[in-house]
């Protein structure tokens, strides 16, 4: 009864990573699971279609097999100096140690914040916005480096790539300079 009872107590435990190995088909951590165990090689199971590789120092949940402290998988991480707080019930957020995020919100709609690094999308073939009211661009610039196809309706200035100023007022150019 004594072992069954240890190997139940032995079953989940709680560590920090201590090192994180990427570079296989299953990510591979050691974990301080006290002061005196540290287990390596732990697997780390994540969901399909998401990975990450969490911050050295981050909580871990390791699930023993049996109570078999040599054979664990880690089941849960956290991380608590980059958890963003605050969020309310039903929302989610994507986010990174660095600060960047995409945030479902409850009430205000997706907020992607990139911490003022760039955004890209590789290899689309076509990309659709369909926004019901509008779309802001609140920059200084907007560049292509094609062709840009306007349709009627287009009212302001614009520079051409020889220094040209445009005006179109209503889709119809009113002045060159």
């Not at 699971?33 to 969901?47: F, Q, S, T």
């Not at 309706?153 to 790539?161: A, L, N, Q, R, W």
């Amino acid at each position: 009864m004594n072992q069954l009872f240890t190997r139940l107590m032995l079953l989940i435990g709680r560590g920090r990573f201590t090192t994180v190995n990427d570079s296989g088909v299953a990510q591979m951590v050691q974990a301080r699971m006290g002061a005196i165990e540290l287990k390596d090689n732990i697997p780390r199971i994540a969901e399909f279609g998401f990975t990450s590789n969490p911050p050295i120092g981050s909580d871990a949940v390791v699930a023993f097999i049996g109570g078999n402290r040599d054979n664990g998988v880690i089941v849960a991480t956290g991380h608590q100096a980059s958890r963003p707080t605050g969020l309310h019930a039903g929302e989610t957020m994507l986010y990174s140690q660095d600060g960047k995020y995409i945030y479902l919100t409850a009430s205000g709609g997706i907020v992607i914040n990139a911490n003022d690094q760039p955004v890209t999308i590789n290899d689309a073939t076509t990309v659709t916005i369909n926004a019901a009211t509008q779309i802001i661009f609140d920059t200084p610039l907007v560049a292509t480096t094609g062709n840009l196809t306007v349709g009627t309706g287009v009212s302001g200035s614009f520079t051409t790539p020889a220094g040209n100023v445009v005006t179109v007022q209503d889709g119809i150019v009113t002045n060159i300079e």
